[in-house]
């Protein structure tokens, strides 16, 4: 599968100053993973030691937030959109 | 106390005073950071300053982040400009709190506010904040009372607005935003869908969004609430305080206000039991609290107290934190309770509240069922909204006798009337 992510723009300086890019992967954690092998200081920015997420971090897949499908589990389609957003909007 | 920079409150790191929000380096929250290195300590001279200062939030300006003071060309003109928020009445409830078997138990009525909730606080801050940055245009993602705030802002202060609300908002906030002349954005999805869309609109224009690029400065506004309630208990701390929690904004600030306060000599005491309330259909915090959890496991909201309908909130692991260390709790109530409680709070103060006050309300007297509030405590209850915004709430809850106009009909027709 091949999916688009979005990329904010706070990130955006540690991806090549890219705010989309197309990664391969079967689950939102293996596209992820893609990403951080294309962009290694994205890994440290958004993941904790252990591999999760950080706690400021949102993922939406096609606009869901992923902790309601099946977190980075989650299977993706091809052509589907991933979209990272920082959490500490709104209120 | 002058206004520093603004810090990451997980990993410290330092930026200038921008339209900044999140940390680059671990996308914690950005919070404002002040210098208090030329603070005399002289706490009499400091509370006559204040007194002396305009009857609304600007009184407190030199605790606020505003590079050049309050606005207007002078302190006592600053009370004029724009839509000046804050110095609402903190009322004695003794028919309130002899009903919940307390003591002493304090009203904050903030739907005394120009649009009647406390955004006009936070939105004061920001959009003032915003036009020392230069912006032209401000925006919101809201659950209705910020979207009346911000419409009325931008019309005080001839600035363009952006509104973007969930498509299914009670009507009477709707009517209450659109008559400003914004532009108005219904957007089919919850709360969290329209936040999760500005949060993408913000990196796209150049915009301040009030609770998002302009978020660190906005939130500061809620720090007027712990001062005024302070001030007004003749600058005493209160035991408790009830209050909402929608993003868990509000509920962190007013705590912060009163540390701030504390930390400068200006009060003197322990920090209060801090006790957030929510709705039973949206209630993220509450439920991450009575598990024990340090994060919120986001929820899709069913609740008729839309204005706390944030399922996913941002500050939810510090206001567990909060409610923690202070001995206080996060509870939450049913949308009957959320009823209960707008009627309870009308027929014992004669304030009229919307759905928020009646879920604030509602955890206050639960708390006091469940015997969590010594009775010698002094409490304060924070009504953040106007009933008159939820009017679907009361709608079928007491009945009107209609009659004929004349004497007759009137004893005939209404039971309980009284012949003299």
């Known amino acids: 599968m091949t999916v688009v992510v979005k990329i904010p723009t706070q990130l955006r300086a540690a991806a090549g100053g890219e705010s989309e890019t197309e990664v391969d992967g079967a689950t939102v954690q293996e596209v992820l993973d893609g990403l951080f092998d294309r962009f290694e200081e994205l890994r440290t920015r958004i993941s904790d030691e252990d591999g999760s997420l950080r706690r400021f971090v949102n993922v939406y897949l096609a606009g869901e937030d992923i902790r309601f499908l099946d977190g980075l589990a989650t299977p993706v389609t091809d052509g589907a959109e991933l979209t990272i957003l920082p959490a500490v909007a709104g209120g | 106390m002058a206004v520093s920079h603004l810090e990451c409150k997980e990993c410290k790191a330092e930026y200038p005073l921008e339209a900044l929000y999140v940390c680059e380096k671990c996308f914690g929250p950005l919070e404002v950071a002040y210098d208090h290195s030329r603070w005399t300590g002289d706490v009499g001279?400091?509370?006559?300053?204040?007194?002396?200062?305009?009857?609304n939030i600007w009184r407190y300006a030199e605790f606020l982040p505003l590079a050049g003071g309050p606005p207007g060309p002078s302190g006592r003109l600053a009370s004029r400009v724009g839509l000046p928020a804050g110095c609402t009445p903190l009322i004695r409830a003794d028919r309130l709190a002899a009903r919940l078997g307390l003591r002493e138990v304090w009203v904050k009525n903030d739907a005394a506010n120009p649009t009647h909730s406390f955004k006009d606080r936070v939105v004061s801050v920001a959009v003032t904040r915003a036009r020392e940055l230069g912006f032209e245009t401000i925006a919101c993602a809201s659950t209705g009372n910020l979207a009346n705030s911000v419409a009325a802002h931008g019309a005080a202060l001839g600035m363009d607005s952006y509104v973007f609300i969930p498509a299914d908002l009670e009507e009477q906030k709707v009517l209450a935003t659109g008559v400003y002349g914004t532009k108005l954005v219904g957007v089919k999805g919850t709360y969290d869908d329209v936040n999760r869309l500005c949060t993408e609109l913000c990196a796209e224009r150049e915009w301040a969004f009030v609770n998002i690029?302009?978020?660190?400065?906005?939130?500061?506004?809620?720090?007027?609430?712990?001062?005024?309630?302070?001030?007004?208990?003749?600058?005493?701390?209160?035991?408790?305080c009830v209050v909402p929690i929608a993003s868990g904004s509000l509920f962190t600030k007013i705590a912060r206000g009163f540390s701030e306060w504390t930390e400068l000599g200006l009060?003197?005491?322990?920090?209060?039991?801090?006790?957030?309330?929510?709705?039973?259909?949206?209630?993220?915090?509450?439920?991450?609290?009575?598990?024990?959890h340090e994060v919120c496991r986001p929820v899709k909201p069913e609740t008729i107290a839309k204005s706390l309908a944030i399922g996913n909130p941002a500050d939810g692991p510090y206001a567990l934190d909060l409610a923690r260390r202070t001995g206080g709790s996060v509870d939450s109530v049913s949308d009957d309770e959320i009823r209960a409680g707008i009627a309870l709070l009308a027929q014992t103060t004669g304030i009229f509240t919307e759905t928020a006050g009646g879920v604030t309300t509602a955890v206050l007297a639960k708390l006091a069922e469940r015997g969590d509030i010594d009775p010698d405590e002094r409490v304060v209850l924070v009504i953040t909204g106007e009933g008159l915004k939820t009017l679907d709430a009361v709608r079928g809850t007491f009945e009107t006798r209609t009659i004929e106009p004349t004497v007759e009909a009137f004893q005939a027709g209404v039971p309980d009337a009284v012949t003299v």
Do not use: H
């Not at chain 2, 906005?218 to 001062?227: C, D, I, N, P, R």
């Open chain 2, 45 to 55: 001279e400091a509370r006559r300053r204040i007194q002396g200062g305009p009857q």
């Open chain 2, 213 to 240: 690029n302009l978020r660190p400065y906005y939130a500061e506004g809620s720090k007027t609430l712990a001062f005024e309630i302070a001030e007004q208990l003749g600058w005493e701390l209160p035991d408790r």
């Open chain 2, 267 to 292: 009060l003197e005491g322990e920090l209060p039991r801090m006790n957030g309330a929510q709705a039973e259909g949206c209630s993220p915090v509450a439920t991450a609290f009575a598990a024990g």
